[in-house]
């Protein structure tokens, strides 16, 4: 049978590598091959398959399309945290994060902040990537490109390098490309691939109530992070657009069924800004999440340009997570990353497409 598209070969499960040598005659073993070079050593090119046969690789060249992304720009915190600017084929850019943290008595932890979408239509108050609008889904192929070719460049330096956990948490709302990054997770997962543990990675909502009780149902072992960011709905109106249409009593119910299901804790964010940082808003938390399996992150707010939001002080921060700890609500803040390469996403995106004006 005569294959008449390309496929997106990042983007193949290796049970769909087998169907597709198959049925081009080649062996399973060639599938499974190109596989593991694929998603388990992250090669940029077919040349640098040199297990396959080069007549082999043309064969399977005619019938599948290799891209790897496009470095644009990388950036390096002065804490470690890489940023990386990579151009798609369409010419539309998107942007990832690696973070490193160190171990003391268990292996080094790198996470990567992976992006879901090319702009984003939620258009939360303090983003810098809703500023920009929604331009289209990510593939499965984009989307684990990202972590391929961040493993790629790292390899370059140390070729042990491994990502361990994986946050869809960069550019767009995951959960309304809700296929795709399941999808992506399965190849991440996939132990002849990056072998990532289901419950090393974590999708990040603005709240699409019904995609959180799917996901409970789909892929429990999966993290879940809920950007709440405010507890009150006429707050959260003004932060996140999206709670008009999911309010927090549905969105509420939805976590609680999530949790239910999982018997996994949900992490709430709260961006802190001026207008969410009082000692009452704090006390409006405690109400909402009183009786929920769950964990605060307070996250400082991240400085960016055309949204007017500035962040609290430490004395203020501190004093929030204060009052939720005294009643009872497990609660942390952010250790702040990149902050001097502006690590918010969208804002190395933004600044490269000025300069272009």
């Avoid at 990056?194 to 959180?212: A, C, D, E, F, H």
């Avoid at 340009?305 to 929030?320: C, Q, S």
């Amino acid at each position: 049978m005569v294959i008449m598209e390309k496929v997106e070969l990042r983007g193949c499960s290796e049970d769909e590598l087998i169907e597709i040598c198959q049925k081009i005659g080649l062996k399973r073993f060639r599938a499974v091959q190109l596989f593991q070079w694929v998603q388990q050593k992250a090669v940029r090119s077919w040349e640098d398959m040199k297990t396959i046969g080069k007549s082999d690789r043309q064969t399977l060249n005619t019938h599948l399309h290799l891209y790897a992304l496009e470095k644009v720009r990388g950036q390096r915190s002065k804490d470690g945290t890489r940023k990386y600017l990579f151009r798609l084929e369409d010419g539309q850019t998107i942007e990832c994060v690696l973070m490193d943290y160190a171990r003391t008595k268990t292996r080094d932890r790198h996470t990567v902040c992976v992006s879901t979408q090319v702009g984003c239509a939620v258009g939360c108050a303090f983003c810098a990537t809703g500023l920009e609008g929604f331009r289209r889904n990510l593939s499965i192929a984009e989307i684990v490109g990202q972590v391929l070719d961040i493993t790629y460049y790292i390899r370059q330096e140390d070729p042990e390098f491994q990502v361990t956990n994986i946050v869809f948490m960069g550019m767009g709302e995951p959960l309304l490309n809700y296929d795709q990054v399941l999808k992506s997770i399965q190849l991440l997962n996939h132990e002849q691939g990056l072998n990532i543990g289901m419950r090393r990675m974590t999708i990040s909502t603005s709240g699409v109530v019904p995609k959180i009780v799917q996901l409970a149902r789909d892929n429990p072992q999966v993290g879940l992070a809920v950007s709440l960011h405010a507890a009150r709905d006429d707050v959260r109106n003004s932060l996140i657009p999206m709670n008009r249409r999911y309010p927090l009593k549905e969105l509420m119910r939805a976590c609680q069924e999530y949790t239910q299901i999982t018997h996994r804790r949900i992490t709430f964010e709260v961006a802190l800004t001026a207008v969410n940082a009082r000692r009452e808003d704090a006390e409006d938390f405690v109400r909402l999440l009183k009786g929920q399996l769950g964990h605060v992150n307070l996250i400082p707010v991240n400085p960016v340009v055309g949204t007017g939001m500035e962040r609290p002080d430490p004395v203020t921060i501190k004093r929030f997570a204060q009052v939720l700890d005294e009643a009872g609500i497990s609660v942390s803040s952010r250790e702040e990353r990149g902050t001097d390469i502006n690590a918010a996403c969208g804002q190395l995106r933004r600044q490269w497409e000025g300069e272009l004006t």
